[in-house]
């Protein structure tokens, strides 16, 4: 069946630290791939996406690549903020999302 | 408002009795899903709808959990019986398409005391 696999948390890290959440997929087919963000408090957000191998999808200086061959889709910051702080979920969709357990992001100042 | 709507916010509530939970999603999403997430764990998926077809249960962690999506629009997620493993916050989401990005709304936080 479809799954996705996230690096384990919580992840700590320095303000402008590079940033860098493991996520891999098992999936029969040809999924979109999805990260979203949960800010505390708050519901889950949808960050970014792409829909097809070699895609980058890229929001509020976060990216992540499909990569079909390794099939991943690891997101990074080249900078990150006290405001980044939140839960990152991986997703894939393929007639439905499928979720990853999320890592939890604390940037510290 | 143009989001996903849950009611209530928060619903505390003593072991055995039953709850209903409400979700009323983005105007013209087919799809429709429940989640549950426990303190510190990720996303459990629960239910999904999509238009007319048969929902899928897959996730319902017992018979004590049913959803039903009326006119294909509003939903609503009963919990019989609760007990105090129920605990957690309660999202829904929907989408366009079942396969297209979901937008979920701030869920409903529920403590069985």
């Known amino acids: 069946g479809n799954s996705v696999t996230q690096m384990e948390g919580p992840v700590t890290l320095s303000e402008e630290a590079f940033l860098t959440i493991n996520c891999t997929y098992t999936?029969?087919?040809?999924?979109?791939l999805f990260w979203y963000v949960q800010y505390p408090g708050e519901g889950l957000q949808l960050l970014l996406k792409?829909?097809?191998?070699?895609d980058k999808g890229s929001n509020k200086g976060f990216e992540a690549t499909y990569r079909k061959e390794t099939t991943s889709f690891h997101l990074e910051k080249g900078s990150v903020q006290v405001s980044d702080s939140a839960v990152y979920f991986c997703?894939?969709?393929?007639?439905?999302?499928?979720f990853g357990q999320g890592t939890r992001l604390t940037i510290n100042p | 408002g143009a989001g996903v709507s849950q009611s209530p916010s928060n619903k505390v509530t003593e072991k055995g009795k039953d709850v209903e939970l409400r979700c009323d999603p983005i105007?013209?999403?087919?799809?429709l899903y429940w989640y549950r997430q426990s303190l510190g764990q990720g996303l459990e998926f629960l239910i999904y709808f999509q238009g007319n077809s048969a929902p899928d249960k897959s996730g319902l962690p017992s018979d004590r959990f049913s959803a039903e999506r009326t006119g294909g629009s509003v939903s609503t997620l009963t919990i019989q019986r609760t007990q105090q493993e129920d605990s957690a916050v309660y999202l829904c989401a929907s989408s366009p398409r079942g396969w297209q990005p979901q937008h979920f709304g701030d869920g409903t936080r529920l403590s069985i005391l």
């Open positions: 792409a829909t097809k191998a070699d």
């Open positions: 105007s013209g999403h087919t799809a």
């Open positions: 997703a894939l969709s393929a007639q439905k999302l499928v």
């Open positions: 999936a029969t087919g040809y999924p979109s």
